[in-house]
């Protein structure tokens, strides 16, 4: 079974910095496209980023902010978030999508359980 688990979050204060792991486990033969979504309380969830190969994609509200990256021996993708501000706070979502067996061929996604980041005075 693939997990994906989040670590870093917590609370910090506008304009600060903060940095999120997501490590992926289990049975893993390929990662086509790593990524983070955020949902806050009474919205939508929202892209974040994702990375698929070297191609960086990121929401609107967060280009030129947020940073994401990976590093491929040991399935971890990281999420750099500079100059946060009040509206950045939600729970922060990892989401891979990930080949587990050679010689299936399925691609799967899958969530971590989300990380949350509060950003106040």
């Known amino acids: 079974q693939v997990q994906l688990v989040e670590s870093g979050g917590g609370l910090v204060q506008p304009g600060g910095s903060l940095t999120l792991s997501c490590s992926a486990s289990?049975?893993?033969?390929?990662?086509?496209?790593v990524g983070w979504y955020r949902q806050a309380p009474g919205k939508q969830r929202e892209l974040v980023a994702t990375l698929t190969g070297n191609t960086e994609t990121y929401g609107d509200a967060v280009e030129g902010r947020f940073t994401i990256s990976r590093e491929h021996s040991n399935n971890t993708n990281f999420l750099q978030m500079s100059n946060l501000q009040p509206e950045d706070t939600a729970v922060y979502l990892c989401?891979?999508?990930?080949?587990?067996?050679?010689?299936?061929?399925?691609?799967?996604?899958?969530w971590g359980q989300g990380t949350q980041v509060t950003v106040s005075s």
């Open positions: 289990g049975p893993i033969f390929n990662i086509f496209r």
């Open positions: 989401y891979a999508r990930i080949r587990p067996w050679r010689y299936t061929g399925t691609w799967n996604d899958y």
